[in-house]
Structure formats: structure tokens, C-alpha cells
């Protein structure tokens, strides 16, 4: 299975959709198929297993009804509907944007054994390693990856965070340094009862690009993973991490496209 893009992505299919998306929801409920997911620090989420089949008038009813649903929680000021692009599900791209949602840039899908990106890279002069736990380092990894998308400085996002690592749930925080400052970080998110561990929120630092930090960082995480008896890891990865990934053995088997709603 492990270098079959068909039966990678039943693979994702099967465990990666639903419950293995939301390990720090705050609320769940249901729509349908739909799942309307509450993770806190004013963000929604909308996800599912499929759509049934179901045709594109009743899609577009789902959009209106999840859409009224969290304008209703005047908490939420941002919810992700998250597409995937072997889906059927007719006219959901009109439907979002006649709801207000906006399309933003297609990931790659990658999955591939962990044993392949588990090698030993080697780091620029200067430049260590580390998992971390503790608050100010957690708060400092947070500022750093709103630096590098360019986003203002959230501590709400920063709080989220700490709260998932206070449930001790296998999630792992780990970041590079260079002559003790951070300049890349990323995390691991072992998902329970499935063969899967995920490759989340890798980010670097734009002047230390392309020195195989990113590329060392992962292969520390697959290390964790395989210690964790995860055999398999998922990313959804950018135009700038796919390459890497794919040259350390993971293949693209779909597309994600991530729709946002913004409060008005």
C-alpha cells in the first residue's frame, strides 16, 4: 500500500476524515453529513466523511443552513470549509462563494511510509533541534509562525495551542534554532486508532530557506512518529513543501482547497 496513491487515499479516507480532523474541538454538530465544529479563539470549522451523493441543490441548502449556524455564535469570526478535490459534490465551489466564503490556494494531499523521511539530514553550522513544552517557548514558536504567514501576533492562537498540548494527546511542538533564536517550527499530531501521524505547521523563516531545515525538522517528526508506531504520515502541504515531500517518498494522492468565511 505504501507507494499505491489508490490505496493511500482510501487510506486517508478511512481514517483521516471526521473525528481524526478535530481533536480540539470544543463542539461538535451535525448537519447532515456536515460536521460544524467549534475549536475556540473564534474559529469554525466544517468538515465530513462525504456527501452522499447528494446533488447540488442540496449541497447549496447545507451551505445556507452552516453558514446561519455559526452567524448565529457571535463568538466565531471565521470558519474553514475544507474541500478535497476527488470529492463528488456538485456546485459546492458556487455555493461557497454565493455564501461568502473565499477560495484560498490548493494543497497537496501527501501521504508515504514515515520510515522514508526518517533519515538523518544534516544542519547548517549553528543551527539545533528541539521539542518544546514550555509555555514561553510555545508562545514564541506561535509568534514566529504568525511572523512568517504574515499575520498579526495572536495570542488567543498561542492559548489554543497550549491548551492541546495541556490534553498530552501525543501532539508534539518541535523548532529549530539558530545560535539560540528560532527559525523554523513544525508539529506532530499522532492520530489515535489509525496508522497515521500528521505533519502540520511548518514554517521557516524566509533568509533560512532552502538549507534543509524544513527537510530536518520532518525527519525528526517521523522519527517521533515511528517511536509512536505510526507507520504512515499526512500532510497537506504548500507548493513550497510538496517538492521536499515528494523527493523523501510521500506521494500526492488529492487536493485540498480551504474556503473561509469571515464575519462582516
Known amino acids: 500500500m505504501q507507494n499505491d496513491p489508490a490505496a493511500l487515499l482510501r487510506a486517508y479516507d478511512e481514517q483521516l476524515r471526521t473525528d481524526a480532523e478535530t481533536p480540539s474541538a470544543i463542539a461538535v454538530e451535525r448537519l447532515g453529513p456536515l460536521r ?14 462525504d456527501l452522499g451523493g447528494a446533488d447540488a441543490a442540496t449541497i447549496r441548502g447545507w451551505v445556507e443552513q452552516a453558514v446561519r449556524h455559526f452567524d448565529e455564535q457571535p463568538e466565531i469570526n471565521r470558519v474553514e470549509w475544507k474541500t478535497r478535490g476527488h470529492d463528488h459534490a456538485p456546485g459546492l465551489h458556487e455555493a461557497l462563494i454565493d455564501n461568502g466564503f473565499v477560495a484560498e490556494e490548493p494543497e497537496s494531499i501527501m501521504i508515504g511510509p514515515a520510515a522514508a523521511l526518517a533519515a538523518d539530514v544534516p544542519l547548517p553550522d549553528g543551527v539545533t533541534l528541539r521539542r518544546i513544552t514550555e509555555e514561553h517557548d510555545v508562545r514564541a514558536m506561535s509568534a514566529l509562525a504568525d511572523h512568517i504567514f504574515g499575520d498579526p501576533v495572536s495570542k488567543h492562537r498561542a ?49 533560512w ?56
Open 36 to 49: 460544524l465544529v467549534n475549536f475556540g479563539s473564534g474559529r469554525g470549522f466544517i468538515t465530513y466523511a
Open 209 to 264: 530557506r532552502g538549507k534543509g531545515i524544513y527537510r530536518a525538522l520532518t525527519a525528526v517528526r517521523a522519527r517521533s512518529a515511528l517511536d509512536k508506531g505510526k507507520t504512515l504520515l499526512h500532510s497537506d502541504s504548500t507548493e513550497y513543501s510538496r517538492p521536499i515531500l515528494e523527493r523523501s517518498g510521500l506521494i500526492k494522492v488529492s487536493s485540498t482547497t480551504p474556503y473561509q468565511w469571515t464575519r462582516p
Open 159 to 207: 492559548d489554543s495551542i497550549l491548551r492541546r498540548l495541556a490534553r498530552d494527546d501525543g501532539m508534539e511542538l518541535w523548532v529549530a534554532e539558530a545560535d539560540g533564536a528560532m527559525i523554523s517550527s513544525g508539529r506532530l499530531e499522532p492520530i489515535a486508532g489509525t496508522d497515521f501521524a500528521g505533519l502540520w505547521g511548518g514554517s521557516t523563516l524566509a533568509e
